[in-house]
């Protein structure tokens, strides 16, 4: 049996025509681990300095991407419930880097800056 990842958009929730296939795995385990890792990133692609974590949730939930596992296995997943129970997580995490990156002298820059910066030094 094969399991497909679908993508349902938040911005346009039960619009079908908006929905995409993200991947087939071979298990469920596979398929749950890519749905995860979705949501991980749609979340941290909505963090703005300063979000408490239910801003954070209320923002996925406007506009991050709804992953779901195709058909329905035996272990239950809510792409929602996961976005819920990791924005904590999530702050915390981007709060950390932030103050590290004050810290170290304000903006650390992509890596993409510093092999430019190198480069002309």
């Known amino acids: 049996m094969e399991y497909r990842v679908l993508v349902d958009d938040n911005l346009h929730p039960y619009d079908e025509d908006e929905r995409y296939?993200?991947?087939v795995f071979a298990t469920e385990e596979e398929a749950l681990g890519a749905a995860r890792r979705m949501v991980v990133e749609s979340v941290c692609a909505?963090?703005?300095p300063?979000?408490?974590p239910a801003s954070l949730y209320d923002s996925y939930l406007?506009?991050?991407g709804d992953p779901f596992v195709s058909p329905k296995g035996s272990i239950g997943f809510s792409a929602w419930n996961y976005a819920e129970s990791i924005a904590p997580v999530v702050c915390?995490?981007?709060e950390h880097m932030a103050r590290r990156r004050d810290r170290a002298g304000g903006h650390?820059?992509?890596?993409?800056e510093r092999?430019?910066?190198e480069t002309r030094g």
Do not use: L
């Open 92 to 94: 915390g995490v981007m």
């Open 115 to 117: 092999a430019g910066n």
């Open 21 to 23: 296939t993200a991947g």
């Open 46 to 48: 909505s963090y703005e």
């Open 50 to 52: 300063g979000m408490s």
């Open 108 to 112: 650390a820059g992509s890596n993409e």
């Open 62 to 64: 406007s506009f991050g």
